[in-house]
């Protein structure tokens, strides 16, 4: 299965998307994770449908939706017209998982369930057969820029192991603290999916997407 890149749109340079955009797309960047934050499940407040619109009018890569957000099964079909391709809520922040992943799956969405670093990938147990995708955060959310959290790997070797043993198909993303030194132990771990921000923004993007790429062994 290939590994995939998923640059992170809370570590752009708001003020130049455009050429920032066409700079993804030259290093064949699939997944675009779009990071909602609503300032109550978390601190910070970052961006809304509007700007994941004006997106979808000009790119075409995947909208990995990610809401940050209280009571995430409000704006579900907002996220769907806006242009989102998978929408994932936290297992924190909603009360009713089961009856908001099939609100998702309903729009034919790709499904995905996170969780913070504090909570055990076995509170997933029950959920994870009805999911696309599962996110490990190696950061608290809520800001860019974090440091790695190293017992993350030990969550995402323990859902690698479950999905192995019970022949699920869900993909494991990461985000949080993704760069050249981590990314390759991350892959061997079990993750499908690498969420990273200052890696790819901060600084010469493509020369970012190939550093990894090259650290991951996807050139």
Do not use: W
Request: glycine share 8%.
């Amino acid at each position: 299965m290939k590994k995939n890149i998923a640059p992170s749109l809370l570590a752009a340079n708001f003020f130049d998307l455009s050429s920032q955009m066409k700079l993804l797309k030259e290093g064949n960047i699939e997944i675009l994770h779009l990071d909602v934050m609503d300032g109550m499940f978390v601190p910070s407040i970052s961006f809304g449908m509007p700007v994941i619109s004006s997106l979808r009018k000009s790119v075409d890569f995947f909208f990995d939706v990610h809401m940050m957000v209280e009571n995430p099964e409000r704006y579900i079909e907002d996220f769907y017209k806006s242009g989102a391709n998978g929408i994932t809520i936290h297992f924190e922040s909603c009360k009713h998982i089961d009856r908001t992943i099939s609100q998702i799956k309903s729009f034919g969405l790709r499904s995905g369930i996170s969780i913070n670093p504090a909570t055990p990938v076995s509170f997933l147990q029950n959920i994870m057969s009805e999911v696309d995708m599962v996110l490990i955060m190696s950061v608290n959310p809520g800001f860019g820029g974090q440091k790695f959290i190293p017992y993350s790997i030990d969550k995402i070797k323990e859902l690698s192991k479950m999905r192995a043993e019970r022949n699920q198909k869900f993909l494991i993303q990461v985000d949080g603290g993704v760069d050249v030194n981590n990314i390759k132990s991350l892959s061997d771990a079990g993750v499908d999916e690498f969420v990273a921000g200052s890696s790819v923004f901060k600084g010469d993007i493509l020369n970012n997407i190939k550093a990894l790429n090259d650290a991951l062994g996807e050139a």
